[in-house]
């Protein structure tokens, strides 16, 4: 896909992934880039010239208020890249196993679900678009000591297949 002139809007850009992302997009010519972030001060990484075009959003995409906030402040965007997750490193039968389980689909699942739906309205006001989102090959297999994680990467799995917005 061609990125030049595009204003994308990345999750979790703050880490790893999430910066390169980010630096990514900068190098392929996107417009805008809303980098997105529990905490804003986490996306001041960028130091290249092309930084004026990067744009940090405070936003946790488990609150439903803030989600919305976002989506309503910005209308400009042309691909939703849904970056940001957790993983706890939890066995299923951990101690702390429901409690990471809970948070992981928190984030991973319902969080995306929930940024999915809010800018689906943003795209489809634009009259075209694309949501990405980013997961991992650990939601297609079961590894024990990461059972929390890749119960919520598989239902997020789930929730993308097959799915095909009209704009």
């Not at 703050?14 to 190098?27: R, S, Y």
């Not at 946790?60 to 989600?67: E, L, M, N, P, R």
């Amino acid at each position: 896909m061609d990125i030049r002139g595009k204003v994308v809007f990345v999750t979790g850009a703050n880490g790893g992934i999430g910066k390169a992302l980010v630096q990514a997009l900068l190098d392929r010519g996107a417009e805008k880039i809303y980098a997105a972030a529990r905490s804003t001060s986490s996306v001041s990484y960028i130091e290249t010239p092309a930084a004026a075009k990067v744009v940090a959003v405070n936003l946790d995409i488990t609150d439903a208020a803030q989600v919305a906030e976002a989506a309503k402040q910005c209308g400009d965007v042309d691909i939703l890249i849904n970056n940001a997750g957790v993983n706890h490193f939890m066995s299923l039968m951990g101690p702390t196993g429901i409690d990471a389980a809970r948070r992981e689909m928190e984030v991973n699942f319902f969080g995306t679900l929930a940024m999915c739906r809010a800018f689906a309205s943003v795209l489809a006001s634009r009259g075209s678009g694309l949501i990405a989102s980013v997961s991992s090959i650990l939601g297609m297999v079961n590894l024990p000591i990461n059972g929390t994680y890749c119960v919520s990467k598989a239902a997020l799995h789930s929730m993308l297949q097959g799915i095909r917005a009209e704009l």
